[in-house]
């Protein structure tokens, strides 16, 4: 398959749909609608949503029955953004190659489009037109994934881990797989749960997205050392910078691609339940994880 | 009734309570899982809660249904207390007579603990052991409450306001509406969804906590003038040595206080559709909301 067609038309999709989302503008107040809407339309890869449509796909759904969870994943991943950037935090000032959002419009606003996005995400599951019961397990599934157990939890020991160069690998594993891996794995497996995957198909699914959220990751240490700042948007070396410990730093570069070929390895095998054409892009995007340059 | 004995029980059941809603203790980052514990046992009055149990009285519901509701409620309130105070916000370093969270722990631990309960909140909601109709409509009920079209909402203007002169009449009960009113609506009309109320009821007790909402906001900026600082717990003539445009400008605080009292009025008459001994503990909180001191 031409995965690069399907990412781009993949992402063009969830362009088009994510700023439906956005509730009215208001009366007073506008410059936060104008952040959240900022944020929401500079080019992300979109990864995450996705995930979440081949996801349901994989279970045989159909991918339009995900728009939403995807969207609402994707206004999660969105927020996280915002708050990591912000002064107090990584103090990022270019993202995605543009301004953050605290430095085109202002701290106050940023961290309340933050706030806001997180929100709306669950307003936009409460409100989706979908199965009640099916709605309620995308929740959990998803607000287990972004929180104090999950992402907020691995934001708060990445901040942690700063400045430490007695970062152990089981610290850092823990970090990988809270702030980046559980929204990852949440998005492949809150697709599945839509398209009414069963027990196993789910499980697996879960795999995959474990397998691919540390690949992830694994490559973010390795582009942040020897990426192109062009391709990738944001500022490079602020890892070293920092004297942040990552993967690279226990692996080695090379090291740490090997690893992380084998954490897709392991994914795709996971993904063996399937029908290999329900699963075909889910394949290739653990393989784009690893080879990507952005 | 006996109100101040009916709120200190009331108080004491949701102290207990909402510390269960706390997820278990991570291997590492505890220091997030620490400032979330303490935001929510350090003294509030818990008034949101309350109003949510005593909405599903109102209804003729058991309150002990109303729990999970009235606690996530109080996690979405904190959440918003603990990023109001931050640097860049209002820069509050003490709040309900105790440190703030960014100034007892760090900025950092702030901005995440505020994500945390916020996501915490929807966790919890989700994983609520109840009807799953009735949970999807207490879910729209409170996020569309405490978001962009709510209380972020109302912050953000909150914010904008600050150092002019120039705010209308109109721009400030759109902010008191927001900021502080939306939620406390949701917290009466949560409890009576929970209850199982109908129709006519969820919309007197919407009446009713968009009174008392305003009615709390403008005795809130009352006392900033008058309060007692011990009594309050936080900082008093913040507003004033701001500049800020308060409901105490336009009215003074005799005018201010004479129009809480015409808001508590009207919502005490919304009251009228329900038997007056299901109501009592709403009718007296109405008037306890504009006689309090703190």
Not at 224 to 239: A, I, P
Request: net charge negative; hydrophobic share 40%; aromatic share 8%.
């Amino acid at each position: 398959m031409d995965l690069k067609s399907y990412l781009v038309e993949r992402k063009k999709l969830i362009d088009k749909e994510i700023v439906k989302y956005l509730p009215p503008f208001p009366e007073f107040g506008f410059r936060l609608y104008e952040a959240v809407k900022y944020s929401l339309i500079v080019g992300g890869k979109r990864l995450r949503p996705i995930l979440c449509l081949a996801g349901c796909e994989a279970v045989g759904g159909n991918y339009r029955n995900a728009v939403t969870p995807a969207c609402a994943i994707e206004m999660i991943h969105t927020y996280s953004l915002i708050h990591d950037d912000l002064p107090a935090m990584d103090n990022d000032t270019l993202r995605r190659g543009h301004p953050t959002v605290w430095y085109k419009f202002d701290e106050v606003t940023a961290i309340l489009a933050g706030d806001a996005l997180l929100n709306r995400a669950f307003e936009v599951l409460s409100e989706w037109d979908f199965d009640c019961k099916v709605k309620i397990e995308v929740m959990k599934e998803i607000s287990k994934a972004s929180g104090m157990l999950g992402m907020v939890l691995g934001q708060q020991c990445d901040m942690d881990a700063e400045g430490r160069s007695d970062v152990s690998l089981e610290e850092l594993l823990f970090i990988h797989r809270h702030k980046t891996g559980r929204l990852i794995t949440a998005s492949v497996v809150a697709g599945g749960i839509t398209g009414l995957g069963n027990g196993e198909e789910i499980e697996a699914l879960r795999k995959y997205g474990d397998g691919i959220g540390l690949a992830f990751q694994i490559i973010d240490d390795v582009l942040d050392v020897v990426g192109d700042q062009e391709k990738l948007g944001k500022n490079v070396g602020s890892d070293a910078e920092k004297g942040k410990v990552t993967f690279v730093t226990f692996y080695g570069v090379d090291g740490a691609k090997k690893k992380a070929r084998e954490e897709v390895e392991k994914a795709v095998e996971a993904l063996s339940v399937f029908p290999a054409d329900k699963v075909e892009p889910l394949v290739e995007i653990a393989k784009f994880i690893v080879e990507r340059e952005y």
